[in-house]
């Protein structure tokens, strides 16, 4: 688990397929590796990796498919500047909100513009995750733990600070950038646990929530 505050700006120092996927080598700059295990992990634009080497001033994890095929992780190469989180510890401070290192799609910054000493952020969501995202709900771009603006559809509304731009890759985007996304994991288990006993059922939920459904199971008055 993490919390969305990042640590440090790191590289991608190099990229080497293997046998169908990739092992990654991540320079960390900054980021403080005296307390890091082999098979520690570590978020990499807010995609939990292990590491699998440890040489010194970064490290080297495996990429699976599965991760390629549901992140922006295809955007990337060597030099790309990438955020990057340790997993939280039980003295962490949890800074910004729960977060679990699964990306959940991949969104798309529409636009940016000056807003006083901050910088306005539109970013459009996948629609199949559009109903988990809440105005001043939290939600994860690229790892930092962000708080929502507004909502119009799929599109969302960030705030951002001059620290964060400065301490994140925020300030390398420009439209059309490619983003992880993670929405608040409480918001994904809530809709599970409103299925009750027909998430047990092949296929239960794969449509989401509807109204009729809630109506169905008495979770509305008529």
Excluded at 64 to 75: D, G, H, K, L, W
Excluded at 187 to 213: C, H, Q, V
């Amino acid at each position: 688990m993490f919390t969305g505050i990042i640590e440090a700006v790191g590289r991608i120092q190099s990229m080497q397929p293997r046998g169908g996927d990739v092992r990654v080598y991540v320079k960390t700059g900054k980021l403080d590796l005296a307390d890091v295990k082999l098979g520690d992990s570590i978020a990499v634009n807010g995609v939990c990796l292990t590491a699998v080497e440890l040489p010194g001033d970064g490290f080297w994890a495996d990429v699976s498919q599965e991760t390629i095929r549901r992140t922006a992780f295809t955007t990337l190469k060597e030099g790309s500047r990438v955020n990057l989180e340790k997993a939280l510890t039980p003295a962490s401070r949890l800074g910004g909100h729960l977060v679990s290192g699964h990306v959940d799609g991949v969104g798309k910054v529409l636009s940016m513009h000056e807003d006083a000493r901050s910088w306005h952020f539109r970013i459009e969501a996948p629609a199949a995750l559009a109903k988990y995202i809440a105005e001043k709900g939290s939600i994860t771009v690229d790892g930092t733990s962000l708080t929502v603006n507004a909502v119009d559809g799929a599109v969302f509304h960030l705030n951002i600070v001059p620290h964060t731009l400065q301490e994140t890759i925020m300030g390398d985007y420009r439209s059309g950038h490619p983003v992880n996304l993670e929405v608040d994991v409480i918001a994904r288990y809530l809709e599970r646990l409103l299925l009750g006993d027909k998430a047990a059922e092949p296929g239960a939920g794969d449509g989401g929530l509807s109204l009729a459904f809630l109506a169905e199971n008495g979770y509305l008055k008529s």
